[in-house]
């Protein structure tokens, strides 16, 4: 009969080709950004050259960055926005009614659609005479004519938020599809419970649904938090991070690739990093199931 340790090694066995695609793929690349955050790196002849916290110096006084930080840490409004919306919208599709199955189609097809595709819909929709425009002017909101026309994405009181928007358009079918296989695991018994002992509609949402879902809650909300910090793909799509929606993930790119500055860029990298491991930090502290 085999021991323990030979069942070990059988399972590090069927484990080592995802380790060493995680390794190739992922521990080197942020082992060697983090080399590179303490270098002066230059791309012509590969050289590296020792420079200590001169990066981080830099970042910590540049304005630029203190503006993307900024940005990002804005763009987190979007988070608990969609979070809520993604679990009304699942506790609703989950209903057996008749159309419930094209309902989750349509709330899902934005997420399987190219950000280069869908950007160029939404840059037409903030056009200055785009749908957006066009629409408040019907409802009376702003002047009819070109004395209400707005160049929504040119506009710096507006276009981060207009970025938000295409993130929750993006963003809501996939957390909805997660929201939805959490509240299908929630045992029938339970609900059927409580609607014997009175409880309403309000009450078995929070007090059933909600602690029931929570591990779904956290994943989620973690999942948003970083992808609102590391926004990228909405912002060069929309704006090319003009008009106040240069995110700190965008002043990465480019400081890497339009300045070749990639030992600034690697520092401004893990100052990102550190915040995503703060805010992940904070909600399994609050969120996290209690010992």
Aim: charged share 10%.
């Amino acid at each position: 009969m085999k021991n323990s340790s030979s069942y070990t090694g059988i399972a590090y066995l069927f484990l080592a080709p995802a380790l060493i695609l995680m390794g190739i793929f992922t521990f080197w690349p942020v082992g060697y950004n983090a080399y590179l955050a303490f270098n002066d790196y230059s791309i012509s002849d590969g050289v590296a050259t020792w420079n200590n916290f001169a990066h981080f110096k830099y970042i910590a006084h540049e304005e630029l960055f203190h503006q993307a930080l900024k940005n990002s840490l804005l763009y987190l409004l979007i988070v608990p926005v969609i979070q809520i919306a993604a679990l009304l919208v699942a506790k609703l599709v989950n209903n057996k009614l008749p159309g419930m199955t094209f309902f989750r189609a349509a709330f899902y097809i934005p997420v399987i659609t190219a950000v280069s595709i869908a950007g160029v819909v939404w840059v037409n929709v903030y056009k200055y005479d785009g749908i957006l425009t066009w629409f408040l002017q019907m409802l009376h909101l702003i002047p009819q004519g070109s004395d209400g026309q707005v160049d929504w994405l040119g506009n710096p009181d507006f276009a981060l938020f207009g970025v938000m928007m295409f993130t929750f358009w993006k963003g809501i079918g996939w957390f909805m599809v997660l929201y939805l296989a959490g509240l299908q695991a929630i045992p029938k018994e339970v609900e059927e419970a409580a609607i014997l002992d009175g409880a309403n509609v309000f009450q078995r949402f929070w007090r059933i649904t909600v602690p029931m879902v929570k591990p779904t809650i956290l994943l989620c909300t973690l999942m948003s938090t970083i992808a609102a910090l590391k926004t990228f793909q909405e912002v060069i799509v929309l704006t090319k991070g003009q008009a106040d929606t240069y995110t700190s993930l965008f002043y990465v790119y480019d400081q890497a690739f339009r300045n070749y500055n990639f030992g600034r860029a690697a520092a401004a990298g893990l100052v990102v990093t550190f915040f995503c491991m703060i805010l992940a930090a904070i909600q399994f502290r609050f969120l996290g199931e209690k010992k």
